[in-house]
């Protein structure tokens, strides 16, 4: 079954320029508002220094995994590799207890 | 998924084991064969001993033994394994109360048949009376002796189809040419990968040894029937000759009965005219009964001249 994706979901559907972020206004504008927009721009640069700032704080604690994962991968390779290799169960016959059945003759 | 059988035998000699030079003779040389690398097949007459020589070799090889009687009716898959039946897997989640979850798993259940069990660990297989299977089902032992390869069915529980036999693999087969009733003919290819060593009747002492340990009874009585016995043989009257089981059959029924094997005694003429005519009479008609009977009486009063009454 596949699932249907949400509108925030599709790749690069972020991408597109709005009319919002695109700058453009239907509404004729006025000198007044001027602030306004100096306002609107000055909440939305802090969201977005704010949003870059987690995703650097994200970027550092996935670089930080990788490495663990990657010394712990290195650590287990070499212990499996200092075992020898194993038999696979089923094509070599590993040691088993049998039930025996005597017959004498 | 894939089962296999779990029992497998272990031969071992009765207390009472006769191995004359006679025995340690043939045994040592299928031994050499089989350490040469060759299955050895013991072919002879019934009453031979085929079975409990291949048991004794597979005793000595020290390995666990895997044990088939052949048959009319197996097909490969009763040397090889097959599906038998399946399991059934089903799981009902309801984690969340709102939402029924199942999910259901069917899985084709594959169990390795003997064959297959000593080829994988290498066992020593036994293959008793193998010209009673039909020689297609024995086809697949051809690939197994030649180029240590067991063939599998391709759906074998998802696992190869190919199965290197295992170097401590050995095979001993048992057959009687002279059976008419339920045997088949061997293919030349098996025939021509084994080593055939053709068993004919044990020697005098051998049978002696074997009649005395079997029955209890003293040396001199299990020789008086053994030579009674192997005169009947010698003979060529009957339509077959009486074997070593026939002499151990006369020796413990006197054991039984309180007899002895003295020609004084009407019980071991008795006892000797019945079983060696069951013995030695396929059909069992009059004529041939009383032939026999009469040979007999003629061997048992040879064999006990000079008894003490």
């Known amino acids: 079954m596949t699932a249907t994706k949400g ?19 239907p509404i004729l504008r006025l000198q007044s508002s001027a602030y306004l927009t100096l306002y609107m721009l000055r909440a939305e640069k802090e969201r977005l220094d704010k949003e870059a700032a987690a995703l650097k704080r994200r970027r550092q604690a996935i670089e930080r995994r990788l490495e663990e994962i990657q010394a712990q991968m290195q650590r287990l390779e070499r212990s499996v590799r200092a075992e020898g290799p194993k038999e696979s169960s089923t094509r070599t016959g590993p040691e088993r207890t049998w039930r025996t059945f005597s017959l004498r003759y | 998924m894939i ?8 031969p071992g000699p009765v207390p009472d084991f006769v191995e004359t030079a006679f ?3 043939l045994t040592e040389r299928a031994l050499g064969y089989i350490r040469a690398g060759f299955p050895v097949h013991f072919r002879g007459a019934s009453g031979t001993g085929k079975t409990t020589l291949a048991l004794h070799v597979a005793s000595r090889l020290g390995r666990q033994v895997i044990l088939i009687h052949g048959d009319e009716q197996y097909t490969s898959t009763d040397l090889v394994g097959g599906e038998y039946g399946y399991h059934l897997r089903k799981v009902v989640d309801r984690f969340v109360s709102r939402v029924l979850k199942v999910e259901e798993n069917m899985i084709r259940r594959w169990v390795d048949n003997r064959l297959t069990v000593a080829c994988k660990y290498g ?5 008793d009376e193998f010209t009673r299977s039909r020689p297609e089902a024995n086809n697949i032992l051809l690939s197994i002796l030649q180029e240590r390869v067991l ?22 087969f048992t057959s009687n040419p002279e059976e008419y009733a339920g045997v088949h003919r061997t293919q030349d290819a098996l025939r021509d990968r084994m080593v055939t060593m053709d068993l004919d009747h044990f020697d005098e002492e051998t049978e002696i040894a074997i009649t005395q340990a079997k029955s209890g009874l003293a040396r001199k009585e299990a020789e008086r029937i053994v030579k009674v016995v192997r005169a009947v ?6 339509e077959f000759g009486p074997t070593i ?5 006369i020796a413990r029924s006197l054991a039984v009965l309180n007899g002895h094997a ?5 019980l071991f003429r008795q006892v000797c005219e019945d079983i060696v005519v069951s013995e030695t009479n396929r059909v069992g008609t009059r004529g041939n009964r009383a032939k026999v009977r009469e040979l007999v009486r003629t061997f048992v009063r040879q064999y006990s001249q000079g008894d003490a009454r």
């Open chain 2, 123 to 127: 066992f020593t297989l036994v293959y």
């Open chain 2, 233 to 238: 043989r010698a003979s060529d009257v009957c």
């Open chain 2, 245 to 249: 089981r026939g002499a151990i059959m």
């Open chain 2, 262 to 266: 003295k020609g004084s005694e009407d």
């Open chain 2, 151 to 172: 063939d599998l069915p391709v759906g074998r529980g998802g696992e190869e189809s190919y199965l290197r036999v295992h170097p401590d693999f050995t095979a001993l």
């Open chain 2, 23 to 25: 025995v340690k003779d």
């Open chain 2, 3 to 10: 089962e296999e059988l779990t029992t497998v035998i272990k």
């Open chain 1, 7 to 25: 509108a925030t979901e599709i790749k690069g559907l972020r991408d597109i320029r709005s009319m919002r972020s695109s700058g453009r206004c």
